[in-house]
């Protein structure tokens, strides 16, 4: 299989998934439970998962390992359970994907923040590294580092990739819009420094995911289009922010109000567009369907 | 304004903990009073950085490393204020509620509490209704902080809101709310005494409800 990067230089748009933690919670999963658990316990749910996003016409899938450094699973008390779990989110998805699609494994910050010595870098990179060798072993073809804020705790995750495994490493930050009319992650990283530090570390894509809804992203991407001309870009945005109407989640794009952004996204220069919170297979079969339409007009022109 | 006072309170706002806790030092030594070198010294330090942080002119690492700052001033200074019966503004438990693990927020809250003058009992995450309740009471608490980041655990804030009506803290603690899903209207709905949407905002909202 050629690599996704590889993919997007010679012209391609590909299409990936949506979320996997609200569409868990709707399969039962309770608040405060450990999601990632349930590629061990409920292993056909998370398959299943796995399989409408494939069948939703995804080129690649992720995979239910988003909090599944040590760190996190240290919550659950799961934190001897790392190597086990990770290989089982990979292995799930890949079962899923078959040898024609990508498992981009998700990984997902670890909570602690080096800024305050929480944490020591070495501790950083041992967790990163022990969490995608496992996906790895499972079957993933390449890592999805995602909602990331912090630079340095975001290149500690690509070095870690880069360094123990053949895994090809997206990575995608979250972004909101900030008072000055830009955007900036809660740790004050703009787009332009998150996509030259993550690069320099050897990210092979980079991007943004999470967030306040697929319009934003647009501008998002122009401003790492400034700093970085030909590196592929990935957007995964959530389907706008979740309002609670009598407990229960709403999030207020539909699966068209996404779609009608991608064109635009397209030519701000995005290459994969999946979704995040709150997005279903729907959703992805709508952006799916609209990304077909930039291919076929693409080639007309 | 005495100039060591000004120096503490730009100290703070750099984040040079080891600066800061030497001015307070000095501070004491030229015998300016406990509670001006908190309130004109540390807090107003702190005050400065919730407002830049509100008009996103400074990130949660700012936050961070003055909260860290304030706290090693304090180190020094809290047997100072022990001894001039200088008392904080009032305790307020803070926490995130029930089946939500999230504790950054909570932290910045808890920081931006105690750089507004407040003592601040940190009840963790994953915090039951119970819980909330007995540390009020323990600590004579007059507000009740609590948070939540996801949609599906927000409505748990309810039930703390509730707790407290229900026991002997109704109409004397007040409970506020905050989290990225959490709105004004949703507050509204649940009948908490009020909202703040960001942890600088939250530590004005504190001092407004504590009068």
């Not at chain 1, 699973?73 to 079962?95: K, P």
């Not at chain 2, 304004?1 to 730009?10: C, D, H, R």
């Not at chain 2, 806790?21 to 300016?32: R, S």
């Amino acid at each position: 299989m050629k690599r996704i990067s590889e993919r997007i230089k010679a012209g391609e748009l590909l299409l990936s998934d949506g979320a996997w933690g609200t569409f868990l919670q709707k399969k039962g999963l309770k608040p405060g439970e450990c999601p990632e658990l349930w590629c061990v316990e409920r292993r056909a749910d998370v398959l299943d998962v796995a399989r409408r996003y494939v069948a939703a016409g995804c080129d690649m899938i992720e995979t239910n390992s988003f909090g599944g450094t040590r760190f996190k699973l240290d919550f659950f008390g799961l934190q001897d359970r790392v190597a086990e779990i990770n290989r089982a989110a990979a292995a799930i998805s890949r079962e899923a994907a078959g040898t024609d699609r990508h498992v981009i494994a998700s990984v997902g910050p670890t909570g602690k923040m080096l800024l305050m010595g929480d944490v020591t870098e070495a501790e950083l990179f041992e967790a990163f590294r022990e969490q995608v060798v496992a996906l790895e072993a499972g079957g993933a073809d390449g890592v999805c580092i995602e909602t990331m804020s912090a630079i340095d705790e975001a290149c500690l995750a690509v070095r870690a990739a880069k360094a123990h495994t053949r895994l090809e490493i997206l990575c995608t930050f979250t972004f909101q819009h900030t008072a000055d009319g830009g955007y900036h992650t809660m740790m004050g990283t703009s787009p332009a420094e998150a996509v030259a530090a993550v690069l320099e570390a050897g990210a092979d894509v980079v991007g943004a995911n999470c967030g306040q809804g697929m319009e934003q992203m647009i501008d998002i991407v122009r401003e790492m289009r400034k700093v970085a001309a030909h590196v592929p870009i990935m957007v995964q945005a959530n389907a706008g922010l979740p309002r609670n109407v009598n407990g229960v989640d709403v999030f207020p794009e539909t699966p068209e109000m996404t779609a009608h952004w991608v064109p635009a996204a397209v030519r701000a220069g995005v290459g994969i567009v999946g979704g995040c919170c709150g997005t279903t297979p729907e959703h992805i079969a709508a952006i799916g369907k609209a990304l077909n339409q930039q291919k076929a007009a693409g080639k007309k022109s | 304004m005495s100039a060591v006072l000004e120096q503490i309170k730009e100290n703070l706002m750099k984040g040079k903990a080891n600066d800061v806790k030497a001015l307070v030092q000095q501070a004491l030594n030229e015998k300016i009073g406990a509670a001006d070198i908190l309130n004109k010294g540390l807090l107003a330090g702190m005050g400065v950085i919730g407002e830049r942080f509100k008009k996103n002119e400074v990130y949660v690492p700012e936050v961070l490393i003055a909260a860290r700052a304030m706290k090693s001033g304090m180190e020094i200074l809290k047997p100072a204020l022990a001894a001039a019966k200088v008392e904080p503004r009032g305790v307020v438990v803070i926490g995130t509620v029930k089946g939500d693990l999230h504790d950054i927020g909570k932290n910045l809250v808890g920081m931006m509490l105690e750089g507004g003058g407040f003592k601040v009992v940190d009840a963790g995450i994953n915090v039951e209704p119970a819980k909330f309740i007995e540390l009020a009471k323990q600590n004579n608490a007059s507000l009740i902080g609590a948070s939540a980041l996801l949609t599906t655990t927000m409505t748990n804030m309810k039930e703390v809101v509730d707790a407290v009506k229900a026991s002997e803290l109704a109409g004397k603690v007040k409970v506020m709310i905050g989290g990225a899903p959490v709105t004004q209207a949703f507050c509204d709905e649940i009948g908490a005494d009020g909202y703040a949407a960001d942890a600088a905002s939250a530590a004005d909202l504190a001092r407004k409800l504590a009068k």
